[in-house]
């Protein structure tokens, strides 16, 4: 071990100033009064949700059809689209949906979608900002993919958002977004910069969305960002056919979740899998913050320098817990 390394080796073993002691809990505790804080989802309120044609999105309209909300889908996949609009016809009846393709990197496209939703039914209860794509680009490589990228995943949301929002606002009843991250939004995996870096971008967005609306006077109006785990679609080889991976989970498993923390008015919607526990992903979140905080290389925990000390911190973490 030359003395550079050795030295970078014992600084990392400094405590972070981030590693769970015998008093960390991962508890998220909901305020009482957060408990009700979202009174949104119930029959008769109305769900827009993009990305609808497939995966989560597809879920969601499932799901909210049970509870009784009228649908609304948006997809550019107009044929998958249809499929979903029939499916959730089946639950609500014809007359509570509503079938619109669109573009979501299309400003145009998201005009006509509100417009078409607040002339059939005047509200929006759940806006369901879902519509992503995850082609590869390097750091280097690949601008054609960071453009389709950063079209659909980044400019997607904000022309919801924005087109949406001011709508919303002007509301007697309350309403809720629903911004769909990714876990590698926070802890960047190598691999797939674009997507990473796109849905970094969604993350910080929507932070500042519901502070902002949170600082609007008699707002009922909240921002929630979903942050799923292993999910079972389009993006991660179900669309290739073959079976779900038991690390997996379903579509419908992750809406589920996110619904029961939308009620009680959680914005960081992180969902564990049958692979990693949410303790594992809390760890590897705070680690991730860590690199910055003490100064460590970028992304550490893949660095031949360090992912022997990450892995003890992770077992170390988890063994506190156990």
């Known amino acids: 071990m030359n003395g550079l390394t050795g030295t970078i080796r014992e600084s990392a073993r400094r405590p972070s100033p981030l590693r769970p002691n015998s008093s960390f809990s991962f508890e998220n505790p909901i305020a009482p009064s957060d408990m009700s804080v979202h009174p949104v989802i119930h029959e008769g309120r109305v769900a827009v949700i993009t990305g609808a044609a497939s995966g989560i999105g597809r879920a969601a ?6 509870i009784g909300l009228k649908i609304a889908i948006a997809d550019v996949s107009a044929d998958a689209l249809r499929e979903t609009g029939v499916e959730v016809a089946k639950i609500v009846g014809d007359a509570n949906v509503l079938v619109v393709p669109t573009d979501v990197s299309k400003l145009d496209d998201v ?4 417009d078409r939703v607040y002339e059939a039914w005047g509200e929006v209860g759940v806006l369901m900002n879902n519509a992503g794509i995850g082609p590869t680009g390097t750091s280097w490589e690949g601008l054609d993919a960071w453009h389709n990228i950063f079209d659909v995943n980044l400019w997607g949301v904000l022309h919801v958002q924005q087109t949406f929002v001011p709508s919303m606002l002007h509301q007697e009843n309350p309403a809720v977004i629903i911004n769909t991250g990714s876990k590698q939004g926070i802890t960047n995996p190598p691999g797939n ?16 969305l519901a502070h902002e609306l949170r600082n609007v006077p008699q707002a009922s109006l ?5 942050i799923p785990g292993w999910v079972w679609t389009g993006l991660t080889g179900a669309k290739n056919g073959g079976e779900k991976p038991p690390g997996a989970w379903t579509p419908q498993e992750t809406v589920l979740y996110m619904l029961d923390h939308v009620r009680q008015g959680t914005f960081y919607i992180l969902c564990p899998d049958n692979e990693t526990r949410r303790e594992v ?4 979140i705070m680690w991730t913050a860590g690199d910055v905080a003490e100064g460590r290389p970028a992304l550490s925990r893949w660095h031949r320098d360090y992912k022997a000390l990450f892995e003890e911190y992770l077992r170390d973490g988890l063994a506190q817990l156990d």
Do not use: F, M
């Not at 309209?61 to 049970?66: I, P």
């Not at 992903?281 to 590897?284: I, Y």
């Open 281 to 284: 992903d809390q760890l590897r």
């Open 111 to 114: 005009v006509r979608l509100r």
């Open 193 to 208: 910069a674009a997507y990473n870096a796109s849905k970094a971008a969604v993350k910080s967005l929507t932070e500042g």
């Open 222 to 226: 909240t921002a929630h960002l979903l």
């Open 61 to 66: 309209a499932v799901e909210l059809a049970k």
